[in-house]
């Protein structure tokens, strides 16, 4: 099955401790991007890439890092989290065809920074 | 750069009625709008989408409608059944679409 996955669905931490949240495509997709949704705001991009070693920043790419070692890979980095990093994460994908253009979303990540 | 208005926050309609949500944007170059519809729990999904040369697309019982000259797009849904009741995202996306700037969202209630 087609499909983005994101690990862990929820995770609580301490505030200033390092946390990384995995995401992998099984498509073979050239885009991958990271989004957090909070009440109110809708989805704000963090990150994107656009290949392999390719990556920018989005709209909120404060406090956090991304990597693009492997196609299929997209980590997300919180080196020092902190409270206001507390939202609903996720990652998505999509093919980097001139006719295809939708995004396919993971499952979303639950982080609460205390 | 890109600033997209969705309105409204909030809509209740009764079963097989219609449902209109309206998004505007600011930036003129963005030539790609898609929407996105997030039941409770999942990740957003991809339903229809258009681009700047089209001015109207349809789907089954979805349709979406771009006037560029005002810059603003709208989701019609016809024929409302409580399973499309969710919340529904508009976005813009200019050159290059990798970088989608997405709308605050719309909470749809379709009461049977």
């Known amino acids: 099955e087609a499909q983005v996955t994101q690990n862990p669905r929820y995770l609580i931490t301490v505030t200033g401790k390092k946390l990384t949240v995995t995401c992998s495509q099984n498509m073979n997709h050239e885009y991958m991007s990271w989004y957090r949704q909070d009440p109110g705001l809708g989805l704000r991009q963090i990150y994107y890439?656009?290949?392999?070693?390719?990556?920018d920043k989005g709209d909120v790419p404060e406090g956090y890092k991304v990597s693009r070692k492997e196609k299929r890979n997209f980590p997300l980095i919180l080196e020092s989290p902190s409270p206001n990093q507390t939202s609903l994460y996720f990652c998505?994908?999509?093919?980097?065809?001139?006719?295809?253009?939708?995004?396919?979303f993971g499952s979303g990540t639950r982080l609460t920074v205390v | 750069g890109e600033n997209v208005e969705q309105h409204p926050s909030t809509l209740s309609v009764q079963e097989g009625d219609s449902a209109v949500i309206k998004c505007t944007y600011s930036d003129s170059a963005s030539n790609y709008f898609p929407w996105y519809k997030q039941e409770l729990g999942k990740g957003p999904q991809l339903i229809i989408d258009?681009?700047?040369?089209?001015g109207e697309k349809k789907d089954q019982r979805i349709a979406v409608t771009l006037n560029k000259t005002a810059k603003h797009f709208s989701l019609h849904i016809t024929e409302t059944q409580p399973e499309d009741s969710a919340v529904y995202f508009c976005a813009a996306s200019a050159t290059g679409f990798q970088k989608l700037v997405f709308g605050t969202g719309t909470r749809l209630l379709v009461s049977p």
């Open positions: 890439s656009m290949n392999v070693e390719v990556t």
């Open positions: 258009i681009r700047s040369n089209v």
């Open positions: 998505a994908s999509r093919a980097g065809t001139a006719t295809n253009y939708g995004y396919t």
